[in-house]
């Protein structure tokens, strides 16, 4: 008798070798297998994990070191329903948009302890998972105003993509809600997928969300959590037990069969796009994710991005507008400060300091913000030309004065401040700038007189007489570290606890504090003539999300302010910031752009080199380049010469780039698709890596 014919797989396997000139490779499995089942396979001398992505014999390849004969599955991981058509198919498209290989794509988006359990331990962590499969009953925050009323109606009886352009503070995160609510009333077992730009602004949508549905309804994810953690919210979105997944660009990707409803809160951000392996947009992959599931896909931001602003413009999405604040809150009138006409050097302008006092005296928060963290971006010697620069980076360390330590951004190299200059000897080094730890110090300094208003109930006698310090607190990354440091610092903050905050990006967007009257922008000029052409977009909404912050609740309304200093208050940014008005300034943008071929009028590609040597990394540019003349006989793909980059050496690591730029996205992937077999082949002497990044936000 003979054996029964074994079934042949073709499965996804991630490894160097899959690249995107290899596809699914052939397997033989005594049993069909559905497409989407995760199993186990060898490869080479290692067994790795891979999914299922044919159920047709034959589609696959062979795996180059089996040259002759397929070998078969080592294992099924039982218990696990198949990964649905719809995540298999954002999965291929991604690797193919943003040229990435299909293991490699496919396997990121999974957990990583997924890959390493078998059967036995996959089951006993099943069984861990919370029984229950509906929501709980829905707690009712308050009616909505007229302006998310109307969008609500909206939502309801359109398709979509919708761009919810709501000012800060008018109550976007309640149209969230309120959306996921409807869903659920038209089908309890459908789920939602809810995105944030960064780890930070999720514990308080969390919290939102966990009050209005119950916490076995929501699940997190993102690259805080635990290994266990991720897993288990992973494990409850496939098997439909979370209604509601929370999460950073990674959940994109997670697999939820019942997928009815995408909101991606700040979209705007530029930290939906990742920055390194596959350089996906979470962003963009989420509006198609809605067009094949189908769900509804819903943008929401107080300064969209130009991308989205422009699909508004020519009909591909559908816009909400909601200026107007929850309440009786105002936006905050913006007052720019001349640098020009202030005392020479000085960091915090007479005015300003005087506008602080004031609010601290009347028991009202500041925030002070400055996008740079550290005491000192360099330290440096009077004496001689010696500044703190980085031995591996063509970058300089950064001071930071509580630990004592010159710090390198890049690549993390830390050492002690030396007590001299080690190139002259001379004992007199000194910070230059200034950074948020060195701000915080200084503000300590000018706020010293400053009393505070007493607490509620003090006496008259005493030390409640007794002036009270000024209590000035600071967030960022620095300080932020340790696990729930985030969480108590914004906690005390919302408590009234803190006077004066300083921090970064960190805390200028998505935070609701209701007790800050005045924010503050100590530096925003360096944005202003930068040779990135997205520098004005970024600058101008990270100043507008950081004025948001103030005024939020309706008992300031009159009372909150935005300060800019600045040497240029003329710009055409700041005149549109004075009148917050964003549709003026993305109609300028758009002007500019679209006279320069830029986008989103043109689409644009960055092939990246690393190499030992900066004249490695550019001879590979020049060698690609050169293999790219004859993939484009119309000529309209353009190759730009190889630069460096604009911090060019990381880790002693030099790096390159050629900008691949062309005014039809199809016909650059057509080129992107053609040329990767001659990105294969090229091997110059010293280079380490290369990769190719699709619509990149940095050029």
């Known amino acids: 008798m003979s054996p029964p014919t074994l079934h042949r797989v073709p499965v996804v396997v991630a490894t160097p070798a899959h690249s995107g000139l290899v596809g699914p490779l052939s397997y033989q499995s005594e049993l069909a297998l559905a497409p989407g089942t995760l199993v186990r396979v060898p490869l080479g001398k290692r067994e790795v994990m891979g999914v299922v992505w044919d159920a047709e014999p034959g589609k696959g390849e062979r795996a180059p070191s089996d040259r002759y004969q397929e070998r078969p599955v080592a294992g099924v991981l039982d218990g696990l329903a198949p990964l649905p058509g719809a995540w298999r198919q954002l999965v291929g498209f991604a690797a193919r948009y943003y040229q990435r290989g299909l293991g490699e794509v496919a396997l990121a988006a999974l957990p990583p302890q997924l890959r390493d359990l078998d059967t036995t331990q996959l089951a006993r962590r099943l069984k861990r998972r919370v029984a229950q499969t509906t929501p709980a009953a829905v707690l009712r925050a308050p009616q909505p105003t007229g302006e998310q009323a109307q969008a609500l109606a909206r939502i309801a009886g359109e398709s979509g993509p919708f761009l919810l352009f ?119 992959l989420a509006v198609y994710r809605g067009h094949i599931e189908p769900a509804q896909v819903l943008l929401g931001s107080a300064t969209p991005s130009l991308e989205s602003w422009q699909a508004c413009e020519s009909g591909r999405y559908q816009r909400l507008e909601m200026p107007a604040r929850v309440g009786s809150g105002e936006l905050p009138r913006v007052r720019l400060v001349d640098m020009n006409l202030q005392p020479r050097k000085a960091v915090l302008s007479p005015p300003l300091v005087e506008a602080i006092s004031e609010r601290i005296a009347r028991g009202e928060q500041a925030l002070v913000f400055l996008n740079r963290r550290g005491y000192a971006p360099v330290l440096a010697c009077s004496a001689c030309d010696w500044k703190s620069d980085c031995p591996h980076c063509s970058a300089f360390r950064v001071f930071h004065k509580i630990d004592r330590t010159l710090r390198c951004h890049h690549c993390g190299l830390a050492e002690r401040v030396p007590r001299a200059c080690p190139a002259c000897g001379n004992v007199d080094i000194s910070p230059l700038g200034r950074g948020t730890e060195r701000l915080e110090e200084h503000l300590a300094e000018l706020l010293a007189g400053v009393q505070r208003p007493r607490a509620e109930g003090a006496g008259d006698a005493g030390q409640d007489n007794a002036p009270r310090p000024v209590r000035i607190a600071r967030i960022d990354a620095d300080t932020t570290r340790g696990k729930g440091t985030l969480e108590a610092q914004l906690a005390q903050v919302h408590a009234g606890d803190v006077d004066v905050l300083v921090g970064t990006q960190m805390v200028a967007k998505g935070h609701d504090f209701r007790r800050i009257t005045l924010v503050a922008a100590v530096n925003p000029d360096s944005a202003l003539f930068s040779s990135d052409f997205r520098a004005p977009e970024r600058l101008f909404a990270l100043l507008m999300q950081a004025g948001g912050r103030a005024g939020r609740d309706a008992a300031q309304a009159g009372r909150s302010e935005m300060w800019v200093q600045t040497f240029h208050p003329t710009h055409t940014l700041f005149a549109a910031l004075k009148r917050h008005d964003y549709p003026a300034f993305a109609a300028a943008q758009l002007r500019e752009r679209q006279a320069a071929g830029m986008p989103p009028f043109a689409y644009q590609a960055l092939l990246r080199a690393e190499a030992r040597t900066q004249p490695a990394a550019q001879a590979f540019l020049d060698a690609a380049r050169e293999h790219a003349a004859a993939l484009d006989p119309t000529g309209a793909v353009v190759l730009y010469s190889a630069v460096p980059m604009a911090v060019q050496r990381v880790a002693n690591v030099e790096r390159a780039q050629l900008l691949v730029e062309c005014p039809s996205r199809p016909a650059l992937q057509r080129f992107l698709a053609a040329w990767q077999p001659a990105l294969q082949s090229l091997r110059e002497p010293g280079m380490i890596r290369w990769a190719v990044d699709v619509d990149p936000l940095a050029v």
Do not use: C
């Open 166 to 284: 709501g000012a800060t503070g008018s109550g976007k995160t309640e149209v969230y809600l309120s959306a996921v609510e409807r869903m659920l009333a038209q089908d309890p077992q459908s789920q939602a997928l809810v995105m944030v730009p960064e780890i930070n602004l999720t514990p308080q949508l969390l919290a939102r969300f966990t009050e209005r549905f119950g916490e076995q309804a929501v699940a997190p994810m993102h690259s805080g959590l635990t290994p266990a953690q991720r897993l288990r919210s992973w494990l409850m979105a496939h098997a439909g037990q979370a209604r509601i997944l929370l999460g950073t660009r990674m959940a994109v990707f997670a697999s939820l069969p019942r997928l009815r409803l995408i909101v991606v809160d700040e979209e705007h951000d530029p930290s939906y796009k990742q920055q390194e392996g596959a350089r996906y947009s979470a962003r963009d």
